[in-house]
DNA sequence: CCCTAGTTCTGAATTGATTAAGAAGCGACC
DNA sequence: GGTCGCTTCTTAATCAATTCAGAACTAGGG
């Protein structure tokens, strides 16, 4: 069977191209009868309508943005924050017709081929983390808007203060009277060098983001409360939950326990709170947890954390990818923050003594 | 500034276009040396890389498949089911290099026209409740797998046996002696008459669904254990939330109130579950519950519920499309499904009376 | 010296549409 | 009768690549 095309229709029907194509595309530059005719003709020999790589070739505009994860995208669909997000920027996309195109991090260069090879007319780039792949996404040339991380000078950005939201975090805590504090650092799971990634002091370079970024707030914060940093219990984990129960094993299993423990995400939060019930320890009478994000599963679980507004985020990017601003100052969104204090949080054990 | 092609890298190197072309496809083509100097050139011009729509069209072939949902993307992000369904589908995809391009269902003219707009390689129809635009799919004559629903003869197929599934979580509830049963049926969010939806013996169309086999599950085992159809309190909602809490309070303000409740999703049952400790009503004491998907809230919430290997029918999915069978005869993969047995369901309050 | 093979590059055809410009036909108006 | 405008259709150019067949050149073997 041979490939049919809007020229073998056109042959068939004794007419041009041209007018096939519009037969399709603009209904009001031909006859409505000979219209008929052609669709009727289309359909016998199972045309499957005009081409699409053809036609965005020739349109210039693909309708469909891209999402640039900076993990593979089983990772992406296991995580709250990523979905909640992903929901608000699909929302709007397909409000306007506009398709959306997912992109994980198997492998670098797999990663940059597929980047490549998409047909797209924007990316955001989602990168908890500062993205590696940014320098590629930039050489396309497109609207590009980069969320959480990296910041680069002259590309949209969406974002919150990381830092000061993870300070007040950590204020609520310290508020509390808990000086026995321990920290969780969260770190990408794919492969990249991760030495020296706790040393706060060091340049940022693209991979500093949320991860470190609240980090730094949390010291900020224990610094001002008189607690040095070098005391507070710091352990580095993924943000994922069965990597995270096994660090929050290692700090719950210290001794002396800590009293309170700062999660950078709810996902760590939550393994905490797995192994403090399997611990029989009492949140939040022997433990304190607060964690970050506020995604869906913490107000039923009565999780104190602080609150960004992850659906939002995915709006506004998505904004920003299907109408791309046309002026020469590239927007820099940056969302509010607010702490929710619920159930896992409370004055100290020995608060008294 | 002039839009920078292949050709224009070629003027200015001295080369013809397939040279430079080769440069970047195929650099076995080409003196090593020549290649670098075109690259560099490239880098100076700011060539964004081959043109993907272009590169697609000649190729024939996007490198992207296609996942087409019955509701919003929006909805799709929020239920954990098509969550976890995508998280599979995505991982054999971006394993093999494959993008995923998400297809919504904001309204039937608008997804008509991103469907037919995809520059994809096949399709994923991911409709537990048939779906409407599978006429709209199958005319672009690419590969499909329809999961769930509908079944079309001919077409790759993923899905469970909804109904003999549905039907033994019934009777484990029966078998636990409760006669006062409600049930609740879900049906699609998105604007469809839904008249005679609950009327199980009308001949099935596409919209004959999950919702709707799972009711014929419950109702075959509840005449089997000599229980009337009819005396079994019904009511229908849709896989939300928050739709069903009001559809969940509406049961269990009911007098006598029932002891048993058949959610037909988790998410249903999670809805059920929150009104109950809302009215206080002890769970399983005085009320059981059961649900249906055994999503990854449900062991931690400790329901009750059917599992079906969500993720795998993700990846079936996947592999389906990345390498569609050769063969004439279409796969049909049926999917085992397990009963799994938790803290939500325990006899009746009055067992022993 | 000739023939073959291999490397490196070119020219032309091809992929499947959209679009701008223009031609033909026809009625209305002055 | 001329011309203006409208509808309807066609011609040719364009979008940006890939690919196939073949040309030019070099090197090696006989």
Known sequence: MERVTLQTIADRVGVSRTTVSNAFSRPDQLNEELRRRIL???GELGYPGPHPAARTLRRGRAGVIGVVFT????YAFADSYAVGFLRGLASVAEQSGTGVHLI?????DLAEEVIGDAVVDGFCLFSPEGHPLVETVLRRRLPVV???YPYVEGVPFVGIEDRAAARRAAEHVLGLGHRRVAVLGVQPVVGRTNRDWLDLDRPGDLRFGAGRARLAGYRDACEDAGLEWKDVVLDRTANDRELARRAAARLLDADPRPTAVLAPTDEVAFAVLDVAAQRGIEVPRELSVIGFDDVPAAAPAGLTTVRQ??????TTAGRLLVEPPRGEAAP???MPTELVVRRTTAPPPDAGA
């Open 146 to 148: 980069t969320v959480d």
């Open 309 to 314: 507004p992850i659906t939002e985020k995915g």
């Open 40 to 42: 009727e003709v289309a």
């Open 71 to 74: 993990e593979t995208l089983s």
């Open 104 to 108: 994980g991090w198997p492998s670098p």
């Open 332 to 334: 820099c969104v940056i």
